[in-house]
């Protein structure tokens, strides 16, 4: 029997409760249950749940944090110019060594928007939606290099089928079929933070979440991408998050610092405005680079100033990198490549009587991976600075609040794109909304082929093929 089976499973581990409701569930059900259950390592749960307390000492680490080596935006120190960059980064885009890895796991829920965040409406005038915006930018890349730029998609249980489905209405916004590759992360059970017993969402269903970014790793193992990859000869890959629409992709001064570094994750940052700013902090501990948390970051060590007055902690991640493909297969053939986090979360469960408890306090504990830890198991990591006005506007709150709204990066991307047209030539006044396709121009320089010297914009104007 399916139950007694199951129970064999459960009981080592003290689990058994997880079929409080067996009987109360239809055989389609009940069979759903089996394969979440049998899918969980409860090995791994259970040695995760022992060592929760057993954390790295972050305010040693921070006390001990240096700035990373970086090319900055000031290049004077740098070791390669922007015109090398630029140079080695365009060989290797058209020999045909870049693919496109894109994390869209998130639903818009902080939106207001109840669909996956990729499908969310930001473009100025054509309110196209964030998922057009980035695969317009990797068709026109593509086009640019003569090449097949590949898409490799991650979802996340909750936005799977919807971004399938998203995709195929909207014939992938011009890329073909067999350059796109969508696959979907993996999940970890969450468990009681008192007892370490997982808890039921419903009586045939485990609460189970994401397994965070850095699941990226395992989820590309089982979905066969790396075969994919492969067989391209696909060298390094691009990895960006789908809520924001300024990034860059493909770059080719980014790329190059990377191959000129002889690096295997070079990784974009923003100079922190002030010390408290709610981003990653990359530094360097012992020769390495490691991003510690804004929430890890202790007030001394985000305070600390060199002696320009400048922070001495000073590199916001912008979860932008280049990574090397035999990186990133190594860690994922490795069972303890990257390490996972602990976050104590209030989450909605059955309690003993199957009546739904709705927490107050955080109940639980969830367990997930960051991609970021990939950089201190690199022989060689770089950081690279970018302008943050033309490169970084992350949508992540609704309408009303402080940052980070759809009006405010709205008002970013139509920035970036006025800045384009005057350094073409064009005359356009602060006021004046306008959105360039990246199929119209991917930067200022092809603008400036496609638009003639002294053309002035007096209206809302979205220019596109």
Request: charged share 25%.
């Amino acid at each position: 029997m399916i139950r007694d089976r199951l129970i064999a499973v459960l009981q080592p581990h003290g689990q058994e409760h997880l079929l409080a409701f067996w009987d109360q569930l239809d055989t389609g059900e009940q069979e759903s249950l089996a394969r979440q259950i049998e899918a969980i390592d409860f090995d791994l749960v259970g040695r995760l749940y022992r060592d929760r307390d057993r954390q790295e000492n972050l305010r040693e680490l921070a006390d001990r944090a240096e700035p990373p080596p970086a090319f900055r935006l000031d290049t004077a120190q740098n070791p390669f110019s922007p015109q090398q960059a630029r140079l080695s980064g365009v060989e290797a885009l058209d020999a045909g060594e870049l693919g496109v890895i894109l994390v869209a796991g998130g639903q818009g829920t902080r939106l207001g928007f109840d669909h996956p965040k990729g499908m969310f409406p930001i473009g100025p005038l054509s309110n196209k939606s964030l998922f057009q915006i980035h695969v317009e930018k990797i068709v026109a890349a593509a086009r640019r290099h003569g090449v097949r730029i590949p898409l490799y998609l991650m979802t996340s249980p909750a936005t799977h089928d919807e971004t399938a489905a998203f995709f195929d209405e909207h014939d992938r916004f011009g890329l073909p079929e067999d350059d796109v590759l969508i696959f979907c992360q993996g999940t970890m059970p969450a468990v009681d933070a008192e007892t370490g017993r997982g808890l039921l969402e419903e009586p045939g269903r485990v609460a189970v979440s994401p397994d965070g970014h850095g699941g990226l790793l395992a989820a590309m193992l089982h979905g066969r991408v790396f075969d994919d990859i492969q067989r391209r000869g696909i060298q390094r890959l691009f990895y960006f998050q789908v809520d924001n629409p300024l990034v860059d992709i493909c770059e080719p001064e980014f790329i190059g610092y990377h191959v000129l570094s002889e690096a295997e994750i070079s990784t974009q940052v923003v100079a922190k405005q002030y010390p408290s700013e709610r981003v990653g902090n990359v530094v360097r501990v012992d020769d390495r680079l490691v991003v510690i948390e804004y929430s890890d970051l202790h007030d001394g060590a985000a305070r600390r100033r060199n002696a320009d007055g400048s922070l001495a902690i000073w590199a916001g991640s912008i979860a932008v990198h280049v990574m090397d493909v035999p990186l990133l297969r190594r860690l994922a053939e490795t069972s303890d490549g990257l390490p996972f986090h602990i976050a104590r979360k209030k989450v909605p469960c059955l309690d003993a009587s199957g009546d739904r408890v709705q927490p107050t306090h955080p109940n639980a504990i969830k367990f997930e991976r960051f991609i970021f830890d990939v950089m201190p198991q690199a022989r060689n990591a770089i950081v690279v600075e970018v302008d943050p006005a033309l490169a970084f506007a992350p949508l992540k709150n609704a309408s009303g609040a402080t940052t980070d709204t759809p009006e405010i990066v709205r008002a970013q991307l139509a920035s970036l794109h006025r800045g384009w047209l005057r350094q073409a030539g064009v005359e356009v006044s602060e006021d004046v909304e306008v959105e360039i396709s990246p199929l119209f121009a991917l930067d200022a320089e092809e603008l400036t082929e496609k638009l003639p010297p002294g053309t002035r914009i007096t209206e809302p104007t979205y220019f596109q093929p």
